[in-house]
C-alpha cells in the first residue's frame, strides 16, 4: 500500500493497493480522499469526497453492504454531531463478483445524508447499457432502473430490504428483447429464438445474495413473434410421423403467448397459445429445476381436404432435448379410426374421438 498528499487541484490524500480482509473480500486500486479544510478545527470535520477506483467486493462481502449505508439513527437515541462526515462517494471501474455471475464494471455516486446514512445513489454500466437510482424507502431501498438489453429497451422498479436476510420486491417491462442471447446469459438451453415482451411482477426472500435466483418468484404474461422452437418439431409428433417425439427438428412460429410463473426454480407455462401456419396448439408446460419437461399439448393442423389432423401430445424429456408423443387415448382412436376408414380420413377423426374420450373419462391436461 502506498499512500501520497498533493495540493492541487484541491488538497487530497491519495491511496493505492488497499485489500481488505484475509481472502482480499475486498481489493481497491487508489483511493482519493479529499477533506473540507475550513472544518478542520470545527466539531464536525466534513470530508467532501471519496473517490474509489478500481473496487472488487466479492460475494463474502457483499452481505455486509446493509451496515456501511444505515438508513436511520435508531429510535429514542440523543441526536450527537458526529466528529467526522462524509458528503459523497463515487465508484470507477467497480465490480460486484458473486459465484455465479459478475456485476459491472460500473461506475457509481452516492450522496449522505448528515447523519452518515444513504441520501441517494446512481449506478451507471460503464458501457452505459445499465442506469439505475437508488433512494432510501423507510427500512428499504427503491431503485428505479433502465437497460438497454440485447438493442431493446427494459425498465423497472423494485424494492430491496435487508431485515433478516435480503427480500425484494418489484415489477418491469420487457419490449422486443431477443431470447437467445438471453437465455446464453443466464447459462440456459437456447431452445428458443425470437423477440419476447412481458410485464413481469417479480418477488424473493433468501438469507445471502447468493440465494435471491434460487428463492424467485415471478408471474408475468408473456408473447413471442416470429420465432422458432428449437430441439422439437410439433407438427411432425402432431402427425404421428417417426419414432422419435418430434425430437431433434424445430418449430417455426407466427406467434407463441402465455403466462409464465416461476417458483424457486420451477417454471411453469399456462395457457400456451401458438400459432405456426396451418399449426396451432394450446396447453401447459412445467419445466423442474432440473429442467425436466412435463404437461401437455393439443394440437390442431389444418388440411385443404376435409379430415385436419388433431392430437393430444404428452411432453416430455428435458429442455436439452424435449419430446412430444400422442396420449394414450390419442393413439388408441387413431388406430381404430385407421382400422374403419382408412388412413387418409380414419386417422384424424379416429384420434379426434380418442382425444374425446379420453377428455370424458381421463386427464385432460397435466
Given at each position: 500500500m502506498a499512500a501520497r498528499a498533493a495540493g492541487l487541484p484541491l488538497p487530497h490524500l491519495t491511496v493505492r493497493g488497499i485489500t481488505i480482509g484475509t481472502t482480499e473480500d475486498i481489493k481497491v486500486g487508489k483511493v482519493t480522499v479529499t477533506p473540507d479544510l475550513w472544518t478542520l478545527f470545527d466539531p464536525t470535520r466534513v470530508i467532501k469526497s471519496i473517490e474509489i477506483d478500481g473496487l472488487v467486493i466479492t460475494h463474502k462481502a457483499v452481505g455486509r453492504i446493509p451496515a456501511w449505508l444505515p438508513l436511520d439513527a435508531r429510535a429514542g437515541e440523543p441526536s450527537q454531531p458526529p466528529a467526522l462526515r462524509l458528503e459523497a462517494i463515487k465508484l470507477d471501474d467497480a465490480v460486484i463478483q458473486l459465484q455465479k455471475a459478475t456485476i459491472g464494471p460500473f461506475d457509481a455516486g452516492l450522496n449522505l445524508a448528515h447523519d452518515g446514512g444513504l441520501e441517494s445513489a446512481s449506478i451507471i454500466n460503464r458501457d452505459g447499457a445499465l442506469k439505475v437510482l437508488v433512494k432510501p424507502q423507510q427500512s428499504s431501498y427503491l431503485a428505479d432502473i433502465s437497460a438497454q438489453l440485447y438493442g431493446c429497451?427494459?425498465?423497472?422498479?423494485?424494492?430491496?430490504g435487508w431485515q433478516k436476510g435480503v427480500q425484494l420486491k418489484g415489477s418491469a417491462s420487457v419490449s422486443s428483447v431477443e431470447i437467445a442471447p438471453l437465455l446464453r446469459e443466464l447459462d440456459k438451453p437456447q431452445n428458443m429464438s425470437g423477440r419476447i415482451n412481458a410485464r413481469p411482477v417479480f418477488s424473493a426472500q433468501a438469507a445471502t445474495p447468493e440465494q435471491i435466483l434460487d428463492a424467485l418468484r415471478l408471474d408475468t404474461p408473456f408473447g413471442v413473434d416470429d420465432g422458432v422452437l428449437h430441439g422439437v418439431d410439433i407438427r411432425k409428433a402432431a402427425t404421428f410421423t417417426g419414432q422419435d417425439g418430434g425430437a431433434g427438428g424445430e418449430t417455426r412460429f407466427d406467434k407463441l403467448r402465455g403466462q409464465l410463473n416461476i417458483d424457486r426454480g420451477t417454471r411453469r407455462l399456462t395457457r400456451l397459445?401458438?400459432?405456426?401456419?396451418?399449426?396451432?396448439?394450446?396447453?401447459?408446460?412445467t419445466i423442474s429445476p432440473q429442467d425436466e419437461l412435463s404437461g401437455r399439448i393439443n394440437t390442431s393442423i389444418k388440411a385443404a381436404s376435409v379430415a385436419a389432423v388433431s392430437a393430444a401430445l404428452n411432453v416430455s424429456g428435458?429442455?436439452?432435448?424435449?419430446?412430444?408423443f400422442p396420449s394414450g387415448g390419442t393413439m388408441a382412436g387413431a388406430a381404430a379410426g385407421t382400422a374403419v376408414l382408412g388412413p387418409v380420413f380414419g386417422t384424424a377423426v379416429?384420434?379426434?374421438v380418442g382425444q374425446w374420450v379420453e377428455?370424458?373419462?381421463?386427464?385432460?391436461s397435466e
Open positions: 429497451a427494459v425498465t423497472g422498479r423494485l424494492v430491496l397459445d401458438i400459432v405456426s401456419g396451418p399449426l396451432s396448439a394450446d396447453g401447459n408446460v428435458t429442455l436439452d432435448s424435449p419430446q412430444l379416429g384420434a379426434r377428455g370424458l373419462f381421463g386427464k385432460k
